[in-house]
Structures are given as structure tokens and as C-alpha cells.
């Protein structure tokens, strides 16, 4: 277990400055103490932890060697940086990761100047550290090293191969340490990670490498005794490079990331003498140091509340299952009635729900890394070619495919389905990973058909739905977390495309709801009746095409409408709007309103927060209604 020592080093830590006194047997106690103090913050708040346990004697080393934050230290996805926050003058807030109004769960720029690149999306660190590079070589801003850290996974996506494209094109100082833990969140995939597994295990291979370029001195001690014994064999042996060398990258590794021993004489010497871009190959382990996290399939990737001594998260007991979990039945039931169905993945088996399709069909479920951009090109290529892709994604995540999107599926109107999880605010992840622009995004795009679900129940008919349109593009949007409740089908009935339902005969007000804030107007619509004011409730079901008859006869029957929807303006209300308009609605003097997130990123909370944040709670519903009827409450306390 976990012991504190009798005299904390980490007391006397405030800011990395204060490692420069500190002797190498200190620095190798102070790391046993944030892995210490790591854990036990994430047990607290819940959140990323094997990511960080992975990387403490990384984080110790960096900041012991280098002089942030003059020099960058950029840590990619940010989901590793609690040890560096608590490093970095953030230990008295440490416990307020991931809250409302607390420490954010990644790097964040307006945080601290010590992370002075955000993240939470993977594989943009190697590109903001050429960046902030060649800033400095033009003389700009009082800019040191710039320092990129990317684990294995991240190394899976385009950008980071761009990056280094660039970087040995330009040949500038630049460091690149790559954490592999030979894992993502799941076990990584792919040609790369095989690739970097063989560079782990010829190991020795780099030392005789090393050898023969004179390049003794840039391995850790441990290794350099060998290289010397082998140098002498080298004469006769031809040497290949790395990838990374190819790159234009000087390569040093791989190494021990968790042995101070190997870290701190590595690091000096690359501070002394790197003349261009170098990337440092550091094998860690995710979870390192903490039992219940090294033993969890995930490595303790992202875990709620925990109990120290024993590992058990404390989770709330729900009596709905995850909208994620009813998408993947559904999808297997659709599956094994249509052998031409098949799912796509971004690095997220679990997050999507995949890894349980991929049981029962493993041949035909693809994990393509995070490669959110080439996932749906390549589900366009399967559609093309006559199969049935479900494209299984976030919404924060798809927004690195847009271009694909458009591009690839939607102008050849090729029927990928987008099955669209995390839609709407997400909660402890914050504004990064929020789902709110894909009905924009996505309802501009001709022929398009963009379904939101309401509950669990409407998830299973969408996912029939999609199965079913083979002609054109199609999405289902659907949120986080726990479903409502509702009586389940046995299976799935294609909706007719294009119609919404009333839920909730009323006449004076419309209540026009896509997706699954209608819990909350239905509550609001009692609400209101209880002061006498009659709401119809209906639910649009499709942002595209949108339900015309419905909407013309709710805007032409009712004093109001108003729309409802999780997603950034541009979405579902304003194509209702241009309807509306287009059939001159507003000149005969409809009160319109459209409730949609507002202008701005809403930082992380829960979920119920967060909409309370973006005024769409029932509460914040019955007072639009109210507002737009031109009734004054006078007195009354409002949530
Ligand atoms: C563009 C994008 N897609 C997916 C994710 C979700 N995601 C977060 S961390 C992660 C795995 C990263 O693996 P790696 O870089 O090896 O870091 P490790 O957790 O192993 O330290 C994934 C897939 C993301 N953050 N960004
Ligand atoms: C860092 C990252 O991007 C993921 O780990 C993300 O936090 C997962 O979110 P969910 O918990 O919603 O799957
Ligand atoms: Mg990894």
C-alpha cells in the first residue's frame, strides 16, 4: 500500500522552481509522495488517474531539469497532468478537480501559466510545441524549450505524423517524449503500436545503434556500458533508423520513465546538447504504483470516487441503463438480422459501447486508433462499397472528422450512420468534450437525415431507423450517463422519416423538444398547468428533415412556440426559425423563442449544473414560457 514518508518533501513544493534544490535521492522521494498525493486526490474527486500514475517520474524529471514555464511543457489530451498541477502551485485546489468551479480536469491556459498549451483532445502537443519552437525562433515572446509529452495512443492519430512531418522539415530544437504505456484506454491498436513494441523489445538493438553513431553519451548510464561493449561489433554492421529518425528526429530509447536514475541524465543531456527535433522513447505504466488501477483492464484510466485501501469506486446505483449500453444491443440486434452491418470506432470500444458488438462480431467491428478523420472515411469506403456502417463516435471527437463528413460521405450521399454519443454537456469532462455542435454541424448538410433521441426507448427505434436508410447519410444523437427509465421495446421499428409525436395536447403554448431535455419540459408543462396555462409537448424526433406539418400546425394553433434542444445555436431552432419564417409566421405575430446552449463554453459540473448554467432546466423552461406569454411573475424565486 501506499505509505506517507515521515518527512514530505512535497510540503516544501509550491512551484517547480523549488525542485532545483533538491538532490537526485530527493527528487526519487518526491515522486514516491505525488504518487501518493495523486491517489489520494483522485480518490476524492474521481476522475483520470492511471494516465498520471504513469507519468510522475516524468513529471518530476521535466520540471527538476527544465525552467517552466519559461520552457513549454505540453502535455497531450492534459488527462496526465494532475501530478504536474500539483507541481505546479495547484496542490491547495488539487480536490477540486473536476468540480464546479474547481481545477479542470486537463491543462488549461486561463489556469495557470504552467500549461501554457490546453488540451483534452489527443495529438496536438507535438504541433503546439513546434509552434511555440519556431515562435522562439523568430524571436517572439520569452520562450525556452518547447517540450511536447504524447503517450502511444495519441501517437495513433494523423496530426501527430503531420507534426513531425513539419518538425523535421524544419530541423529547430524541439523535444518530444513519447509515454509509451502500451496502452490507449483500451489496449492500443495498429500498425504504429506493433511498431513501437518492437522498438521496446531491440532495446539492446538501440544501444548497438547508439554505438555506432558515437551516440554514447545520450544513453542513460545503465545502457551505456553495453553500447561501449558493442561497438566494436557495429564496425562490420549496418544500422537502420527508427521511423523517427526517417522523420528527421535524433531518437533516444527507449527508457526506463519510471527510473530517475535513467530520466534525470537523459533529459540534462538532451537539455545540453539537442540541436534539432529529438524524440525520447520513455516506456511507463499506466497505473503505475497502485494496485487496483495496474490490475483494472483500463489501468485505472478513468475511475468515480474510490476507497484507497481497497480500490472500490463508489457508484450510484441506477434504474435505467446507459444510453450507451442500449445503443449497442440494439445495434447487435440489428446485426444479426443484417450481415452487411458493421461498426467503427475511434479508440473508444468502451466509450461507444462497441466492445460489446465486437464480442459477438469481432470480425466485423474496427477500432481504427484516434483517427477520428480517417474512422469516417473509411466507414464512407465500407458504405461505398455496399455495406451498412454505424460510425460510433462522441460528439466532441467527430468534429475532428467534419471535413470527411462533408466531403467524403455527405456530398456522396453514401449511408454512413453516425450514432453520436455524448451529445449535449457531458459534466466532469467540461467545455472540451461537450457535445454541442454536431446538430449545426451536421443539419446544414444537404439530404441528411439527424435524429436526437428523446429516451432510451426512442435510442432503440433510431438505431432501426438507421439501419434502415440506405439511400443517404444519417445520425443519431444521444447523451451521457443513465437512461430515463421508460418501458423498453422488444426491438427497434424504423421511424417514418421526418415526423415528430405529441406527447401532450395543450393550445396555448407549443413546447417543441428535441432529444432528451423532454423529461424536463414535461415537467415544466405541469408546472404550468398548475397556474393554468395549457402547454402542448411535442418531440421533434428529426432535426432533418424536420417534421413541417407538425411544426406549421403547433406554430399555427398556439399563441407561442418554443424549441428545446442540447446543442450550440445554428442547430434545430434555427432551422425551425427559417421555416417558420419562410411560411410568414412571424408577420402574423408568432411568439417564437428558441432555447438552445448558450454563446459561450460552460465549464464542468454535473450535468444537471451545467444545464442550469445554460438555463435549460424545467424551472428555466417555465419561465421562457411565462416571458414569451408576456406574463410578470412578481415574488417568485426562480432555479
Ligand atoms: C481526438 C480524441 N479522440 C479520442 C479521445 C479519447 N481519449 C482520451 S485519452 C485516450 C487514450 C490516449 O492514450 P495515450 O495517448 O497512450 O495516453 P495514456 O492514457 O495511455 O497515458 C483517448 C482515446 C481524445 N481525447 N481525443
Ligand atoms: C480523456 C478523454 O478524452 C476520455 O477519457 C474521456 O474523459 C472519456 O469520457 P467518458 O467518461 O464520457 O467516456
Ligand atoms: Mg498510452
Redesign the pocket.
Known amino acids: 500500500m501506499i505509505e506517507r514518508p515521515k518527512t514530505p518533501l512535497l510540503d516544501r513544493v509550491n512551484l517547480p522552481s523549488d525542485l532545483k534544490a533538491l538532490s537526485d535521492r530527493q527528487l526519487r522521494q518526491l515522486a514516491d509522495e505525488l504518487r501518493a498525493e495523486t491517489i489520494s486526490a483522485v480518490s476524492v474527486t474521481g476522475g483520470h488517474l ?2 498520471g500514475l ?1 507519468v510522475v517520474e516524468l513529471t518530476v524529471a521535466i520540471h527538476a531539469v527544465f525552467d517552466t514555464p519559461r520552457d513549454k511543457l505540453i502535455w ?2 492534459g ?2 497532468c494532475y501530478p504536474h498541477k500539483i507541481l505546479t502551485g495547484r496542490r491547495d485546489r488539487i480536490r477540486t478537480l473536476r468540480q464546479k468551479d474547481g481545477l479542470s480536469g486537463f491543462t488549461k491556459r486561463s489556469e495557470s501559466p504552467y500549461d501554457p498549451f490546453g488540451a ?4 496536438t502537443s507535438i504541433s503546439a510545441a513546434l509552434g511555440f519552437a519556431m515562435a522562439r525562433e523568430l524571436g517572439a515572446g520569452d520562450v525556452g524549450d518547447a517540450i511536447a509529452v ?6 495513433s ?1 494523423g496530426m501527430a505524423y503531420e507534426a513531425m512531418n513539419n518538425a523535421g522539415h524544419l530541423r529547430k530544437r524541439l523535444i518530444v517524449i513519447l ?1 509509451d ?1 502500451e ?3 483500451a489496449p ?1 491498436v495498429g500498425a504504429m503500436s506493433a511498431y513501437l513494441s518492437r522498438l521496446y523489445a531491440g532495446a539492446p538493438f538501440q544501444e548497438l545503434k547508439a554505438a555506432a553513431k558515437g551516440a554514447v553519451s545520450l544513453l542513460p548510464e545503465p545502457l551505456q556500458e553495453g553500447a561501449r561493449r558493442a561497438k566494436d561489433m557495429l564496425k562490420h554492421l549496418a544500422v537502420g533508423g527508427t521511423l523517427f529518425e526517417e522523420m528527421g528526429f535524433s531518437y533516444v530509447g527507449p527508457i526506463d520513465g519510471h527510473d530517475l536514475d535513467q530520466l534525470l541524465p537523459v533529459l540534462r543531456t538532451v537539455k545540453a546538447r539537442a540541436d534539432g527535433p529529438i524524440l525520447i522513447h520513455a516506456l511507463t505504466k ?1 497505473g503505475k504504483g497502485y494496485a487496483p488501477a495496474e490490475a483494472a483492464a483500463d489501468r485505472g ?1 478513468a475511475t468515480a470516487q474510490f476507497n484507497v485501501l481497497t480500490g472500490e469506486q463508489k457508484k450510484a446505483p441506477s434504474n435505467a441503463p446507459s444510453y450507451t449500453k442500449v445503443f449497442a444491443q440494439s445495434l447487435i440486434r440489428e446485426a444479426e438480422l443484417d450481415d452487411r452491418i458493421v461498426a467503427i470506432t ?3 470500444p468502451d466509450g461507444t459501447g462497441l466492445n460489446l458488438f465486437a464480442e459477438r462480431f469481432p470480425r466485423r467491428c474496427f477500432d481504427v486508433g ?1 483517427a ?1 478523420q480517417h474512422g469516417v472515411t473509411f466507414s464512407a469506403g465500407l458504405a461505398a462499397a455496399g455495406m451498412k456502417p454505424f460510425c460510433a463516435m462522441y460528439s466532441t ?1 467527430l468534429q ?1 472528422g467534419y471535413d470527411q463528413v462533408v466531403h467524403d460521405v455527405a456530398i456522396q450521399r453514401l449511408p454512413v450512420r453516425f450514432a453520436i454519443d455524448r451529445a449535449g454537456l457531458v459534466g466532469a469532462d467540461g467545455a472540451t468534450h461537450a457535445g454541442s455542435f454536431d446538430i449545426a454541424f451536421l443539419a446544414n448538410l444537404p439530404d441528411f437525415v439527424i435524429m436526437a433521441a428523446a429516451d432510451e426507448a426512442e435510442l432503440v427505434h433510431m438505431v432501426a431507423t438507421a439501419a434502415a436508410i440506405d439511400d443517404r447519410p444519417s445520425a443519431f444523437r444521444f447523451p451521457r450517463g443513465d437512461g430515463v427509465g421508460v418501458e423498453m421495446p422488444e426491438r427497434g421499428a424504423p421511424l417514418e422519416i421526418g415526423r415528430g409525436r405529441i406527447l401532450r395536447e395543450g393550445g396555448q403554448v407549443a413546447l417543441l423538444s428535441l432529444g432528451t431535455r423532454l423529461s424536463e419540459v414535461l415537467i415544466a408543462a405541469e408546472a404550468l398547468a398548475q397556474r393554468g396555462i395549457r402547454a402542448t409537448v411535442a418531440d421533434a424526433r428529426f432535426a432533418k428533415p424536420l417534421d413541417r406539418d407538425m411544426i406549421l400546425q403547433l406554430a399555427r394553433n398556439h399563441e407561442a412556440l418554443i424549441t428545446i434542444e442540447e446543442g450550440a445555436i445554428g442547430g434545430f431552432g434555427s432551422h425551425v426559425a427559417q421555416l417558420l419564417a419562410e411560411a410568414g409566421l412571424f408577420d402574423r405575430g408568432l411568439r417564437y423563442r428558441s432555447m438552445v446552449l448558450p454563446d459561450t463554453f460552460i465549464d464542468q459540473a454535473s450535468p444537471a449544473d451545467m444545464y442550469a448554467t445554460a438555463g435549460m432546466n424545467a424551472p428555466q423552461i417555465e419561465a421562457k414560457v411565462l416571458e414569451a406569454l408576456g406574463i410578470a411573475v412578481v415574488g417568485e424565486r426562480r432555479a
Open positions: 492511471g494516465a504513469g497531450d489530451v488527462h496526465q483534452a483532445h489527443s495529438s504524447i503517450g502511444d495512443g495519441s501517437m492519430a509515454n504505456n496502452m490507449s484506454i492500443p499506466k484510466h475511434a479508440a473508444m484516434i477520428e471527437f475532428r
